[in-house]
């Protein structure tokens, strides 16, 4: 019984089945990876849980609560924010201004959060007057994961937060991650480099064709051989 | 000296001030053009009937205004009527959408046909307005003419050349300063604002922060509205309303736009002065203009006009074209292409 | 119900309707109606190939119909020699030094190395060029317009038979549209439209100003035809036997006096008559021709590989065919059709009057008739031309029925009832907007929707 999780999905965009029953969940103050070769259903499978899918089957679960035919705006209301792979900034907006959409539905005073996650990524704090379209790659994605935070979410999921970012980037924003998860949120990922991912996961999800293939913990999936050498070159 | 104090004068008479009046008033045609296009990314071929429509309200309330004896001093009785004409032309606006865009935005149509719709709209408001106010020329200003006379201006100044400033010229111009200041502290500083520009730039992570899109759409509609009743009002009083003249502004406001890089606000300004001072500067004869600076032996034979006034309605089109050859994004790079 | 039992329903309600008016009001009408109706289909297939073929938004009909109609202009008018000897030379200078202007400039962008120098130049080349070419213009045009302006004034023409005009304008749309073409496609579709939309205003603003050319405002008229006139066929012995014959009861039993009176007056509604059946003959021989070609290309290799472009231009592209040449060339072969329809438009008004050129009626109308008939099916554009130039027309007096009986409940004399009797004549433009807002709402594939092949 996680805090979210996603029971035996079955469903796809169109006419087309994706998932064929796969199971994800993940806990407050836990990491979770999707891991998986392409076209595995890893991305519609994190869709699935922000209600982007038609479900034929299976259901969804936030906090016990059944949440299944919610609508998306409804589930981000209810603490689940989601950084999209591309296209995930404000891009004519200042970086401060990307923060503050992050807060949009907040009426309460958001200051301290933003205060927080300039914390976070101290490299913003002289960045926070120019347009987001301006920064580098990886200042870009701290801004994308920002503003999800700015939502002072339950649950943080992020679609692949390190395509196409510099290994020393990578390894910067994961360890970023996992002080976020030290707040106590729950953090779902689908992610290409599995084994930097792995590493850093408390549960992982192998998913093939729609189908979980191993779920386990991080570190036991790295050690599993079959693992290894069908997911992780050897 | 007086000469070229002459000529600055008889340049500001016939090209300064009317182009900055004309520019304040397509700039503000092109604010709402850019509008709707930046939030609800089509071309919207009824934007001039729709100014067309927001005057024709206000041309009404003034009548009524004036039947009841009420006015507003030396200002024209229509800039009383105003809010009242935005707010039944923001009814039209947002009624429009739900009878006819919404539908389109649901079925996630491609944007050509939100431009055939528009189209649609376009025949029905041009019906509408001719069927209530008829096809003819109306002239609806009241109040004061002048700010400054031409001949008290000679009198005055003891210039051969007299310089006239219409009443209605000098409302313009402060309209749409007031106007365009109060638009851009909306999309920058509010909360609603900032969420418009945050959806007219990526709609779908606008949605993941929990913007409500259909309020954004609302928004965009009053605004919309406004801005051309206001564009429409100000041209109606600085010239005369009729129908087919405001068909016609569409074609210059959207050249406006394009040339300032459509869904750019800043770029919607910029294009409205560009046009209207391109469009008043090429047709105006320079003759007069270089006799006062040249010496007389270089004095031009002919008008030294560079194109004929018959083109003026043309120039906005090849300046269209021109940029669209040039730098597509126009001006201030506009999201399109 | 399938798709020619579908056309067949449609075409028989619209025959219906047209011979309604034939019985109700008179035939003269209903030919007059059912003429413009053929040149409305015409040139609902031309933006039919551009729009249901290739997916082009043409805003611009209006100026390839107005390029049509000055064709006829320029065609048919006898030459005026005054004029020609007055201007001509300076005028064909002028051309001339245009050309070679424009040739330069190529050069200097072409041959001399880029940069600071190269652009000054090619700016020096072209404001030396314009002003001495200018120069030549304006005299030139001065003198042709001062050549007897009240009836003549400009160049005039070739002085052809009227009927070649319909080849002629459709090769100068053509033409204008390779241009067009060049400047504007592929650009986003919103873009390409207030694009051409522009330019037509631009073709219809030299129409409406180069006197010198066709007049102006003043309007060219009294045309050539390619039938005759009313007069010579009511003086023309055969045609008057004809009709006699055609008559015979009717002119058996009317009185002997009345009789002669009788055949006068049958003459002069037969000659009228006549000669609109011959317009019609024209316009349907051309409308089938026009229409046989566009089903042809529709479904040959050609059409398949235009629609599928219109589908998914990436998916085409990565095919390999050239997306901005195929468009081109659609968007070339579909106004040459608008500038043949513009043409004919033009012979059968007999004359040319530039400021009759709006974009509602020319432009939007015709879009309406092509989306309410059935975007990419040219049968259905045919019958779009047909329904909507009937509803245009007959929503007039449709409309001033239907009000002034209104009205009269109110009183002849009041307010209300003239406000209702004024409001008439625009209600067709209501009823238009609407019309098309309910198709493309409801029956977004129009009456006749595309005929799409499943399996091959």
């Known amino acids: 019984m996680s805090y979210l999780q996603g029971l035996n999905l079955r469903g796809g965009y169109g006419g087309a089945e994706i998932l064929h029953g796969c199971s994800i969940g993940v806990d407050r103050g836990e990491i979770a990876v999707i891991v998986g070769p392409n076209g595995a259903g890893k991305s519609t499978a994190m869709n699935a849980l922000l209600g982007m899918l038609n479900l034929t089957e299976g259901r969804v679960e936030l906090d016990g609560e059944d949440i299944t035919t919610i609508s998306t705006q409804e589930r981000v209301k209810r603490g689940i924010a989601f950084v999209p792979q591309t296209e995930n900034v404000f891009g004519s907006m200042t970086v401060q201004e990307n923060l503050e959409m992050g807060a949009y539905l907040r009426r309460d005073d958001f200051t301290s959060t933003m205060d927080q996650v300039f914390e976070l990524f101290p490299a913003l704090v002289e960045k926070r007057r120019r347009p987001a379209s301006e920064l580098s790659g990886g200042q870009r994605q701290q801004v994308a994961v920002g503003r999800a935070l700015m939502t002072n979410p339950t649950v943080l999921m992020l679609d692949e937060p390190t395509a196409g970012v510099s290994p020393i980037v990578m390894d910067e924003l994961f360890d970023r991650i996992i002080e976020i998860k030290k707040a106590g949120i729950a953090i779902l990922m689908v992610e290409q480099n599995a084994r930097q991912a792995l590493n850093i996961a408390d549960r992982g999800f192998v998913l093939v064709t729609g189908e979980n293939r191993h779920t386990d913990t991080g570190q036991a999936l790295l050690a599993d051989p079959e693992v290894r050498r069908s997911f992780l070159g050897g | 000296m007086t000469d070229f104090i002459n000529a600055f004068v008889l340049l500001s008479n016939f090209v300064i001030i009317p182009a900055l009046s004309l520019g304040s008033q397509l700039a503000l045609g092109a604010l709402g053009v850019t509008l709707v296009f930046g939030v609800l990314r089509f071309a919207n071929f009824a934007h001039g009937d729709l100014m067309a429509f927001g005057t024709m309200i206000a041309i009404f309330i003034t009548w009524w205004f004036q039947s009841l004896g009420i006015g507003f001093g030396p200002l024209p009785t229509a800039l009383l009527a105003l809010p009242f004409a935005i707010a039944v032309t923001a009814l039209l606006t947002i009624g429009t959408d739900r009878l006819v865009y919404r539908y389109y935005r649901r079925v996630g149509s491609a944007p050509v046909i939100f431009v055939v719709a528009s189209v649609g709209v376009m025949f029905m408001l041009n019906g509408i307005v001719r069927i209530f106010i008829g096809p003819d020329d109306r002239r609806f200003a009241d109040g004061e003419r002048f700010i400054v006379h031409a001949r008290t201006f000679r009198e005055t100044t003891g210039l051969a050349e007299g310089l006239t400033f219409k009443l209605t010229q000098g409302i313009t111009i402060i309209v749409a300063v007031v106007v365009t200041i109060a638009l851009f502290w909306f999309l920058q500083r509010t909360r609603m604002g900032k969420a418009m520009r945050a959806y007219s730039d990526n709609e779908k992570l606008s949605r993941f922060s929990g913007i409500d899109p259909d309020r954004v759409v609302l928004v965009t509609w009053i605004i919309a509205a406004s801005l051309a009743t206001i564009a429409g009002v100000l041209y109606g009083l600085d010239r005369s309303f009729k129908p087919f003249t405001y068909f016609q502004l569409l074609l210059p406001i959207f050249a406006a736009a394009i040339v300032g890089g459509i869904g750019q606000p800043v770029g919607a300004i910029i294009g409205g002065y560009i046009v209207a001072f391109t469009e008043i500067g090429v047709t105006y004869a320079y003759r007069k203009f270089f006799i006062y600076l040249l010496p007389e032996s270089f004095e031009p034979s002919g008008l030294a006009q560079l194109v004929a006034t018959e083109y003026k309605f043309a120039v906005s089109f090849v300046i269209l074209v021109l940029v669209l050859l040039v730098r597509p994004t126009g001006l201030m790079r506009g999201k399109v292409i | ?456």
């Open chain 3, 1 to 456: 119900m399938n798709q020619s039992a579908r056309a067949v329903t449609a075409f028989a309600v619209m025959a219906a309707l047209l011979a309604a008016v034939g019985f109700g009001q008179s035939w003269s009408v209903a030919l007059v109606i059912m003429n413009l109706c053929l040149i409305s289909s015409v040139m609902a297939m031309g933006l039919n190939i551009q729009w249901g073929y290739a997916g082009l938004f043409n805003a611009g009909v209006m100026g390839f119909a107005a390029l049509g109609g000055a064709s006829a202009v320029l065609v048919s008018h006898p030459p005026v020699t005054q004029a020609w000897a007055a201007g001509g030379l300076d005028l064909l200078i002028g051309v001339a030094l245009f050309v070679v202007i424009v040739a330069a400039g190529f050069f200097v962008r072409n041959r001399l190395p880029a940069g600071q120098f190269q652009r000054v130049f090619m700016i020096v080349v072209v404001l030396v060029g314009y002003w001495v070419g200018r120069g030549f213009f304006a005299s030139a045009v001065d003198a042709i317009e001062s050549v007897d302006p009240v009836r003549t004034g400009f160049l005039g023409g070739l002085g052809l038979p009227i009927i070649f005009s319909w080849l002629v304008g459709g090769l100068f749309a053509g033409g204008v549209a390779w241009l067009i073409g060049r400047i504007a496609l592929g650009l986003r579709a919103d873009y390409f439209a207030i694009a051409t939309l522009g330019i037509s205003e631009i073709v219809v603003a030299l129409l409406r100003n180069e006197d010198w050319l066709t007049r102006g405002v003043k309007n060219v008229t009294g045309l050539s035809r390619p039938v005759p006139f009313e007069i010579n066929l009511q003086n023309s012995d055969w045609f008057v036997r004809m009709i006699e014959r055609f008559n015979a009861r009717t002119l058996a039993v009317a009185p002997d006096v009345d009789r002669q009176q009788m055949l006068t007056q049958l003459v002069i509604e037969g000659s009228g008559i006549f000669v609109k059946l011959c317009y019609l003959g024209l316009f349907l021989a051309v409308t089938l021709l026009i229409l046989g070609l566009c089903v042809r290309a529709l479904n040959s290799p050609w059409g398949r590989m235009m629609r599928a472009i219109r589908d998914s231009e990436d998916a085409a592209a990565a095919m390999g065919k050239d997306i901005v040449y195929r468009q081109r060339q659609v968007f070339i072969l579909g106004s040459a059709i608008i500038g043949v329809a513009g043409a004919m438009l033009t012979t059968l008004d007999g004359q040319f009057t530039p400021s009759s050129y709006v974009p509602l009626r020319f432009t939007f109308l015709i879009w309406v008739m092509v989306i309410v008939g059935g975007s990419g099916n040219n049968l259905g554009s045919v019958l779009g031309g047909f329904v909507i130039w009937f509803v245009w027309v007959q929503a007039e007096p449709a409309s001033q029925f239907v009000l002034s009986n209104i009205a009269s409940w109110f009183g002849e004399g009041s307010g209300f009832a003239q406000w209702l009797l004024d409001a008439a004549p625009h209600m067709r433009l209501l009823l238009m907007g609407l019309i098309l807002l309910l198709v493309l709402r409801f029956s977004p594939r129009g009456i006749l929707p595309e005929y799409v092949r499943e399996t091959r």
